[in-house]
Antibody
């Protein structure tokens, strides 16, 4: 069974940093692109970042480019999101999500339960 | 950037109703469109990919159509479990979600 479990969400002050993790299991992690998607309280879904299966291709939404860094550890079935220079607009539940088809751009077929990041003084 | 616009934002319907949600892309995305269902406090669930392909395990009352810039999600006979928020997503160029359509009980 595919499982994605996010962790690392917390209350952080504006300008601060946070690192999110996503532990994957139940599939061959190294074959799939992985993504972070966020959802601000009461708002819609916003794609944040994508990393290819081997980690060589990385994409970011304009809203986080230059502040967030996605990475992965295929040996340990883990996905990460380093978030710097946080603002209150980054307050959201952050989901880890798997791309549906290996090695191609595709929608997201498995999602974690999410981890809440709150940016506030 | 490709923008996705859903309509309506909210839809009131009764059990058994046929429901249609529309999603428009700001430029052609061929058939690279997915639909998701999200319930409060839960992660989104993939329903349809490539505009009209049903994800495994999704009931056949859900269907999708369209190509280019205009797409629809149809629920043929609304069930109690279907009251939720629905999002379209383009994956022609990176990934963009529509703003969502909340299907509520009439």
């Amino acid at each position: 069974e595919v499982q994605l479990v996010e962790s690392g969400g917390d209350l952080v002050q504006p300008g601060g940093s946070l690192r999110l993790s996503c532990a994957a299991s139940g599939f061959t992690f190294s074959s799939y692109s992985m993504n972070w998607v966020r959802q601000a309280p009461g708002k819609g879904l916003e794609w944040v970042s994508d990393i290819s299966s081997g980690g060589s291709n990385i994409y970011y939404a304009d809203s986080v480019k230059g502040r967030f860094t996605i990475s992965r550890d295929n040996a340990n079935y883990s996905l990460f999101l380093q978030m710097n220079s946080l603002t209150d607009e980054d307050t959201a539940v952050y989901y880890c999500a798997r791309s549906r088809v290996p090695y191609t751009i595709s929608p997201f077929d498995y999602w974690g339960l999410g981890t809440l990041v709150t940016v506030s003084s | 950037d490709i923008q996705m616009t859903q309509s309506p934002s909210t839809l009131s319907a009764s059990v058994g109703d046929r429901v249609t949600i529309t999603c428009r892309a700001s430029q052609s995305i061929s058939s690279w469109l997915a639909w998701y269902q999200q319930k409060p406090g839960k992660a989104p669930k993939l329903l349809i990919y490539k505009a009209s392909s049903l994800e495994t395990g999704v009931p056949s009352r859900f269907s999708g159509s369209g190509s280019g810039t205009e797409f629809t999600l149809t629920i043929s006979s609304l069930q109690p479990d279907d009251f939720a928020t629905y999002y379209c997503q383009q994956y022609n160029s990176y990934w963009t979600f529509g703003q969502g359509t909340k299907v509520e009980i009439k």
